[in-house]
């Protein structure tokens, strides 16, 4: 037999390496196996591909063994990691680092040590008839001798023989199906009659197609015959429908259609939308099919959910974040991504650092089965996409039961501060009508994006601020842990008593977060019941949980929240909605400023008025003349997206270009810089106009490490492929210079 060799990918940044497949080891790609590599570390691995071309080098290591009899891949799931390790700029062993959750790949000092780390999945004991009575004269024969003596035990061996099914066999059947007790099957097993042994719990095949669907709309029912159409000639449709049009509705059918025809489905959400209200939706129609999958589960849960679909045979239902894209499932036919605009798509702190919405459309590619994007405000890229005929599209502007949008009311606050008609944060056009609402019973909801009291704390006789010593940002105020805090370092203090320039005792908090916002609040509506929703009170699944279901249930009046009151949720009291501030939506430079803040201030309008009051939105700003707040007002989405993508095309931006950034990180500053403008200059030798930069990010020190940035812009037409791979080749060179040695470089291509 020919030698066999197997390129196994490792968790980490390097390519795959070639491993000898040992002579009777039978193996399959996609499976995980144990080797050695490096002086002595011992890691998990996937089978990538198996050939018979030895490497060119000396002593060829061989696999250790085999560590999943089953493939945790499948074949396209190799590919989409192949394609995310080459568009993003990392490796399939930074892809695999990630995608797998920690206990599918235990490393290890030792072969002992790794496995002892590795997985077992949880197992119930089993019971088998002993192979010594699996034929009919043995077994009457054994019947005939227990049927006096022991009735109990004759009617526990009847019990499991029949649980074998028709015919005589040692079939094992579940202890917990069995209504047998412990020592009667003691006792037998004691005979040698029956044998117990542990077993890993099967994946029953899911046969059961029934479910209970919602009723259509007309109009529901005419959007999903035309994403099923589009289908037919496109593998991504976007579904662009307005909040409360019951997009939800017409994604339970495709899900049901999928699953009835023995496919799989996965849906993905943010995940701060992945709230309970919306699994617990699901499993009322779908019941055990529901495996819900994203980071803030337990590590154990998540592999078990992982180990389990890798062996299912379809007929799955996965709703999970951004992270879900990488779960093995077999016959994954339908992806949907709901509220595909979001930037929480887009992973962007650490490698694999890929847009999944992305990876979602180019699956649907690979797999030969379909993306739905939905949202009532889309991406422009994927807007774009539809209009230009690459994606399907189909659109639903009606609201469910004939709720009408809310009303949208833009409250000038300089004018209210002229007029005095403005109490700390809120415009008396607010005001009023919180206090309208309060009497009627009904409950509001305040929107403001950000969290903690204050964000500066100044003093206002020399102007000094309270700054982070780590990082170059200012330090927020936590009126009730009586602290100042960091929100990139997590760094903490005490609020000084005086300023520490000038001793000055008049320090002052400014601008304001949820927290001063609920602090007021309750000096104006004293009788009102108040809550919030921030990362503050959110520290876990169950406290996001408990403010949430303390809203549903009317125990709350007014809820304050960051972006996190956004989404997912639907509550059906909820008549007023107040935009404390929306000048910082407005005025941000970013090219992406104006669709995000429409998109935000859409949504968050969107969750009143969603039954049969019509609801009230009042956004507060100093701009009140700013062309978007018009479109939001008119709900004028197709007017904001030409305005913005006339603008995108005439400056040269997605979806007229291709980003690609590349930070720079270190702790010299001065060398940071010296490196950065050396690298922006060889690179313009290459690019041109298309390298911007290096310029500082706004924050541009974390944790004593300084950062810099180069963009680098490829226009339609040309290979934005072949750049980015000049771009990491020049970028290696360049920091080989010794004196750059503490400099690090890191991609993040298509930036949000
Ligand atoms: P979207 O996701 O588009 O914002 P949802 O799917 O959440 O909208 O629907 C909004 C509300 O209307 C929900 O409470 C939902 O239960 C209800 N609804 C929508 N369509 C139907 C339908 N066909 N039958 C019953 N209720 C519906
Ligand atoms: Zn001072
Ligand atoms: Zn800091």
Sequence with gaps: MAD?????????????????????????EGQAVVVQFGARRYYTGIVWRIHDRRPDVGHVKPILRISSDVPLLTAPQRRLW?????????????????ALPQLVKPTGLSLEELIAGTFRPRTEPYVSLDPGIVDEEAFDRTMAGLIRRAPRQHAALLEIAAAGGERLSDEAVPRRCLEADAPTLAALRKKGLIRIAEHERSTERRADNRFRLPELTPAQQRTLQRIVGDFDTHPTVLLQGVTGSGKTEIYIHLIARTLADGGDALMLVPEIALTSQLIARLERIFGSRVTAYHSKLPIRRRTESFLRLARSEGGELVIGARSAIFLPLKRLRLVIVDEEHEPGYKQSDSQPRYQARDAAVMMAALTGGHTLLGSATPSLESYANACSGKYGYARLDERYADARLPRILVSDTLRAVKRGERQTHFNRDLTERMAAALRRGEQILLFQNRRGFAPYVECPACGWSARCPHCNVTLTYHKREGRLQCHYCGHTAPLPEYCPDCGGADLRPAGFGTEKVEEELAKLFPEARIDRLDRDTATSESAYNAIIARFESGRTDILVGTQMIAKGFD???VSLVGILNADNLLLNPDFRAAERAFQLMTQVAGRAGRRDAAGEVVIQTSEPDHPLLRQVIDYDYDAMARTQLAERAAFGYPPYARLTETTLRGRDRQMLYEAAAALAAELRERFGRRIMGPVAPPVDRIRETYIVRLLLKVEPGASAARARAILCDVVRRHLADPRFKSITASYNVDPQ
């Design 4 to 28: 066999r060799y197997a390129d196994i990918v490792l968790p980490l940044a390097r390519p795959a390496y070639t491993f000898a497949v040992p002579d009777r080891m039978d193996l399959a």
């Design 571 to 573: 509550f059906e009291r």
């Design 82 to 98: 192949e394609w995310i390790a080459a568009y993003y700029l990392c490796t399939p062993g930074e892809v695999m680092r990630f």
